[in-house]
């Protein structure tokens, strides 16, 4: 059996957010499995992603999980082959 074909890409609505003012931040997470075998990916918990802002000193200013809840039971996402799987998520911040 060959090594999983996985591909993540996240999108962001802008290339560069202003930190004067409040912003709204659009992410995208797309993940595909591009080989022929069915892929399980495991999470502790029912979180399956998250989304961190960091300042220029490199310090997280804002962490998107913070702000859900999510339960202690794991989780199992199977993915199919030639699958995506897409995440959206849009915060305020500021």
Known sequence: MA?????IELVLDEA???ASQPITL????????WSADPVVLAFPSSQ???LEIHNDQGD???SWSNCKSST???????????????????????
């Open 3 to 7: 090594e999983p074909e996985l591909s």
């Open 16 to 18: 560069d957010y202003p």
């Open 26 to 33: 659009t992410a995208k997470l797309t993940i595909r499995n």
């Open 48 to 50: 399956q992603y998250d």
């Open 60 to 62: 997280v200013v804002y």
């Open 72 to 94: 202690r039971r794991s989780f199992r996402l199977q993915l199919q082959q030639v699958h995506c799987r897409q995440a959206s998520m849009s915060r305020r911040h500021g």
